[in-house]
């Protein structure tokens, strides 16, 4: 963190990079939207994500996509299969790199400013585990819905205090305890029990 503040003539300093300028949305021949109304932009952010998500959701779907889960589930037994778990780790690493730079593009530009503070803090890392917890291990919408709770909460918490971090421990410490497969797996459980109940026991009788 030291190092990026330092490095003041690329990065800012503290201060950070803004007043990036946003340019139209153009599709040579068939559309030209302006990007600078608030309203615009809000939609031009929720296609990209609409997209991201049915990209990644897809890729799951294919063979490569399949060992990638395999991998996730048990990866010593997809090595034994003789995949190389290694280098397909390496490409979910890059994958997964890809569209961090595509989230932080949306959020620099709707910033409009991008600080190491902001942008390398030790809890924008943190983050991202915390939304996975709360959200659903396992799960591809756990993450997002993790997110946009988190999300809420820290907007509702702002009103009142600015111990958020501190509200997002206690939040992740309860998930722990109480549903350590986040709400998704909460949610799965509770659906489980409600539609398929258990069978009854019978009381076998005893042959003499």
């Not at 990079?17 to 608030?38: C, Y």
């Not at 809000?42 to 994500?49: D, E, H, K, R």
């Not at 790199?97 to 910033?111: C, K, M, N, P, R």
């Not at 503070?117 to 943190?126: H, T």
């Amino acid at each position: 963190m030291k190092y990026i503040i330092s490095l003041r003539n690329i990065t800012g300093g503290e201060d950070g990079i803004g007043g990036f300028p946003i340019p139209p949305f153009n599709i040579p021949g068939i559309v030209t939207i302006n990007m600078k109304p608030p309203e615009n932009f809000y939609y031009f952010a929720i296609v990209v994500l609409g997209v991201s998500l049915w990209i990644m959701w897809f890729f799951t779907k294919t063979p490569f996509g399949q060992i990638q889960v395999g991998v996730r589930d048990n990866a010593m037994r997809i090595d034994y299969l003789g995949f190389k778990v290694t280098q397909t780790k390496a490409v979910v690493y890059v994958f997964a790199g890809a569209f961090a730079g595509v989230a932080g593009s949306i959020y620099t530009l709707f910033q409009n400013l991008i600080a190491a503070d902001s942008g390398f803090n030790i809890m924008v890392s943190f983050g991202a585990i915390i939304n996975t917890l709360v959200g659903g291990l396992g799960s591809f919408f756990g993450p997002v819905w993790g997110a946009a709770i988190m999300q809420i909460l820290e907007e509702i918490t702002t009103r009142y205090t600015d111990r958020v971090e501190l509200v997002a421990g206690l939040i992740l410490i309860l998930i722990i305890m109480f549903a350590p497969m986040g709400l998704t797996g909460l949610v799965t459980g509770l659906k489980q029990r409600w539609f398929f109940p258990s069978a009854p026991r019978v009381d076998l009788e005893k042959v003499s």
